[in-house]
């Protein structure tokens, strides 16, 4: 993460993180709350490094250059653990306690977790964190990642010092993709709402021009059950490797940007309504665990029925 971006992206997050590191004034627990993109992470990774580099900037963040701030990125601390899975689990919270209980007992330093996708997680896990966070131990620090704070228990929110990110400046990754990509791809990845550094780990991968081709095919031919075909066959085949939710949700995204283009989305205007709603939805069923397949098999069939009417 490139210190400078962060200061002009975020900068009451960035202000507000720089006045607790300086102050020595941490809280037991924040909500990092923002749209799903590697931003909210690697400020988590810098402010883990900030709490334990010897050598911290005049705003009170990690130098990240440091054989300390580098052991850190390498995820190579007993002191910090990272917890990145679907689904955040009970036995994920206690397995958590019990390495920290262990770790307190061989030394008295600051300890660190940071649990990605919080807001996803059971809730019988938030109810074991609940617990964790009601008796914070000394120098004890969590960190929860989320996308949107409101699917977290409320005690745990009153718990957490939230720390609201703002979505990604989209002129900004605009304008930093147009020098790599084309004005198209740098439009689309910008008001669908990834940052920079998201957008173009996408663009490098060869699936992206896939599922944009596939995206626009499907419109194309939208009153066709050929549309379905093409998709089954060559862009999202169960178990093929672009059958993933972030593929499917990329996919979704250049549905909802070309719907609006008449050339592309031969669509009257209620149809536009009926498929809209329909793509708004399933981005919203991706968050949470579901059957890809089937998933995309009721998109295909209420699709076809809007636009058959
Ligand atoms: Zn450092």
């Not at 010897?54 to 440091?66: I, K, S, V």
């Not at 919270?93 to 330093?109: C, R, Y």
């Not at 939805?281 to 579901?290: A, G, Q, S």
Request: proline share 4%.
């Amino acid at each position: 993460m490139d210190k400078a971006t962060f200061k002009k992206n975020q900068p009451v997050v960035y202000r507000t993180l720089s006045r607790a590191l300086k102050q020595a004034r941490i809280a037991h627990a924040y909500m990092f709350a923002g749209p799903k993109s590697a931003e909210t992470k690697e400020t988590a990774l810098l402010f883990v490094q900030s709490l334990f580099c010897p050598h911290p900037d005049e705003d009170g963040f990690a130098c990240m250059t440091c054989p300390s701030c580098r052991r850190y990125a390498a995820r190579e601390s007993i002191d910090v653990e990272w917890v990145e899975l679907d689904r955040i689990k009970k036995k994920d919270i206690l397995a958590l306690q019990q390495k920290f209980s262990v770790t307190a007992m061989e030394k008295g330093g600051k300890r660190v977790y940071v649990l990605d996708g919080f807001d996803k997680a059971t809730p019988d896990a938030s109810n074991a964190l609940l617990k964790f966070l009601e008796e914070p131990g000394d120098n004890l620090f969590g960190i929860l990642l989320v996308e949107n704070p409101g699917n977290t228990l409320t005690t745990i929110q009153s718990r957490c010092q939230l720390i609201q990110f703002r979505p990604g400046a989209a002129r900004y990754v605009k304008e930093g993709l147009l020098a790599i990509t084309s004005e198209e791809n740098a439009k689309m990845l910008a008001s669908a709402g990834y940052s920079l550094e998201d957008a173009k780990t996408w663009l490098e991968q060869e699936a992206f021009e896939t599922i944009h081709e596939g995206a626009r095919e499907f419109l194309e031919n939208i009153h066709s059950v050929v549309a379905v075909y093409h998709m089954q066959k060559e862009v999202f085949p169960a178990k093929g490797p672009n059958t993933t939710k972030e593929w499917v949700r990329l996919w979704l995204l250049w549905l909802l940007y070309y719907i609006k283009r008449a050339d592309i989305a031969p669509l009257d205007f209620e149809q536009k309504i009926g498929v809209t709603a329909i793509l708004i939805e399933t981005l919203d069923v991706l968050n949470r665990p579901v059957d890809l397949a089937l998933c995309l098999d009721k998109v295909y069939a209420r699709v076809r029925k809007v636009v058959r009417k």
